[in-house]
Nanobody, 115 residues
Framework: QVQLVESGGGLVQPGGSLRLSCLAS????????MGWSRQAPGKQRELVAQ???????NYADSVKGRFTISRDNAKNTVYLQMNSLKPEDTALYYC?????????WGQGAQVTVSS
């Protein structure tokens, strides 16, 4: 089992920045990838960014060049730095961890981009 605790999020104006953090605990030795997904009202959950244990990253096309995912292995934490935020980035952001054959989710952090 892997437990995830998210922090960050909030309300920001268009063009602003926010950073999300996700701390993993438990069976962290089995983690293969850490990342973030988001779900806006009325829409399906989508993968935003992911970083593997080997350091490979991938991003949704909609956030490339604006969002940066990073991982601090010593702290078992993954970060999502979000810059140049747009109203369409408004969503509930979930930390997502692949450990062994399982996927674990955080409780969600609300990000609202509005003037």
């Amino acid at each position: 089992q892997v437990q995830l605790v998210e922090s960050g999020g909030g309300l920001v104006q268009p063009g602003g920045s926010l950073r999300l953090s996700c701390l993993a605990s438990g069976s962290i030795f089995s983690i293969r990838a850490m990342g973030w997904s988001r779900q806006a009202p009325g829409k399906q959950r989508e993968l935003v960014a992911q970083v593997t244990t080997g350091g490979s990253t991938n991003y949704a096309d909609s956030v490339k060049g604006r969002f940066t995912i990073s991982r601090d292995n010593a702290k078992n934490t993954v970060y999502l730095q979000m810059n140049s935020l747009k109203p369409e980035d408004t969503a509930l952001y979930y930390c997502r961890v692949v450990a062994g054959a399982n996927v674990y989710w955080g409780q969600g952090a609300q990000v609202t981009v509005s003037s």
